[in-house]
């Protein structure tokens, strides 16, 4: 019984607890109705026994906002616990009410109401007066750093204590959906009756007034703003490198002519190489036509199985293409041949030497001759031709040699002394002669211990398919030398047309 009655006495003293609930920074439309307020609940007690309190807004009769708010949320301001948030009242109910629940430690949580508050949305359109004010920039200072060209004519409540020619700090919204922001105005005229065709509403007053004068230094780098060439940034050391009154710090144009060819730094795209007007101040360039081979676009096929077609990737890893005699080739699948000059070119003579060195000489056998029409600057022509083992030489030795590419053969382009350096392709290849012939051969028979063998190019590879090495091989115990050289592990063997796996 003590208990009860001490819980009754406990919720008879909470009920003598004033708390309140205020707005402010409302934003109107131009119908004089609220369309956005800032809302502050203030109470004086706190319920021991939960952490939080239950917030609701109501248009008319319809609850369109209800929460949770947690004691930690709330300001403790002179002992008076102080929540705000913004809130929206667009609707068509003329009254919106905010209510604050505490919840009752009695039976099974219960809400208690602590606080209820009821407001108008409309106000009568009496209630406002129109101004003329100026937006500004106000520095920390509180000097006018600059002012809006245009002015803006609004209402205000009347109920402001507004001075003409001051400068305040206001909250504002533009109609009809306000989105907030905070600046500062001057007032320029006082207020008259209420204008329907004013766009702003201001509501309340945040700081100010504020008496207007000017800076008299703006940016604090100790030189006075009229004689400061550059007053809005520091620069102290007033640098004016093109002399024409404006800083470094904020010109962004340099009138000066560094290489005195009559244009101006700021329009030169080469300020330090005299150029004409006409070329944006930068050297003519001699145009020339330059024909290359395009080693990422060509491609190359041969009996080197392992090499890779594509020139560029086929020079990277140092490759020879394989070359046999009779229906053996080296075939040129896209030799692309790329004006990379800033000229048209003109037709042009693309010769092929079998060679035994990088450069051609007169013992070089010219074995296939291509001609190509011309080409405008950045685009290509694709050669297709293939040159066949019996076209070097009848009585030739297996070894490594050349096919030397000479672009621009006849020289009918002019491509200037680097242009020409690079006219020469030289593509390694191996030649391997057939059976009958004054040297050692790739593939042949031959008996040994009463077996057949064949020479072949044994290939091996890891378990992934990537090749580890390839060499050639005359006889078995060559082969099994060769995989019992390597590191333990599963290969994957090729040898001719046999492909077997091994785990060494």
């Known amino acids: 019984m003590k208990k009860v009655l ?33 809302i502050t609940v203030t109470l004086d007690h706190f319920s021991t026994f939960k952490n939080y309190n239950l917030l609701e807004l ?26 705000s948030f913004y809130a929206s009242t667009s609707s068509h109910h003329n009254k919106f009410s905010v209510r604050v629940s505490d919840v009752l430690p009695i039976g099974h949580g219960r809400e208690r109401l602590l606080v209820v508050k009821a407001f108008d949305k409309c106000i009568a359109f009496g209630n406002f007066k129109n101004y003329t004010i100026r937006k500004v920039a106000v520095s920390n200072s509180g000097c006018v ?15 402001l204590n507004i001075v003409p020619n001051q400068i305040y700090r206001f909250y504002d919204g533009g109609q009809p959906n306000p989105i907030p922001s905070i600046n500062y105005y001057k007032i320029e005229s006082s207020g008259t009756a209420g204008s329907s065709s004013a766009s702003l509403s201001i509501t309340s007053i945040l700081s100010g007034p504020i008496t207007e004068v000017l800076c008299l230094d703006y940016d604090h780098d100790g030189v006075p703003d009229d004689r400061d060439n550059c007053p809005q940034k520091y620069n102290s050391d007033q640098k004016d490198k093109d002399n024409d009154g404006i800083g470094d710090v904020c010109d962004n144009q340099d009138n000066r002519d560094s290489d005195g060819d009559g244009v101006q730094n700021y329009q030169d795209d080469c300020p330090n190489e005299a150029g004409p007007a006409s070329n944006n101040g930068c050297p003519v360039v001699v145009r020339n036509s330059n024909l290359a081979v395009d080693l990422s676009a060509s491609i190359v ?12 990737a086929f020079f990277n890893n140092g490759e020879r293409h394989l070359v046999r005699d009779g229906t053996g080739s080296i075939s040129f699948n896209r030799l692309e041949i790329r004006n990379i000059g800033n000229k048209v070119s003109n037709s042009a003579r693309i010769d092929f030497y079998f060679s035994f060195d990088k450069k051609i000489g007169s013992s070089d056998k010219l074995v296939e001759r291509v001609t190509i029409p011309s080409r405008n600057p950045n685009s290509s022509y694709g050669i297709k031709t293939s040159i066949n083992g019996w076209d070097f030489n009848n009585n030739l030795a297996n070894g490594d040699y050349f096919i030397l590419v000479d672009i621009d053969a006849n020289n009918t382009n002019d491509e200037g002394t680097e242009g020409e350096k690079d006219n020469l392709l030289a593509i390694p290849i191996r030649y391997q002669g057939s059976i009958g012939r ?17 020479e072949f190019l044994l290939s091996v590879y890891n378990i ?35 492909i077997y796996k091994v785990n060494n």
């Open 6 to 38: 001490f819980i009754f006495f406990a919720f008879f003293n909470m009920c003598l607890y004033a708390h309140e609930i205020t707005l402010s920074d409302q934003v109107y439309n131009t119908n004089a109705c609220i369309v956005e307020s800032k």
């Open 301 to 312: 096929h041969s009996q080197c199985v392992e090499c890779y077609p594509v020139l560029d």
């Open 464 to 498: 992934n398919g990537i090749l580890i090495t390839h060499k050639t091989v005359t006889t078995k115990e060559e082969e099994t030398a060769l995989i019992k050289s390597l590191p333990k592990g599963m290969y994957i063997i090729k040898n001719g047309d046999k």
């Open 145 to 159: 750093t600059a002012k809006a060209t245009n002015t803006i004519s609004t209402n205000f409540l009347s109920s």
């Open 438 to 454: 004054n040297s050692s051969i790739l593939f042949h028979s031959f008996e040994k211990g009463g077996n057949i063998f064949q």
């Open 58 to 83: 109501w248009h008319g009769n319809k609850r369109v906002y209800k929460k949770q708010i947690k004691h930690s949320k709330f300001q403790n301001i002179q002992g008076k616990h102080v929540y």
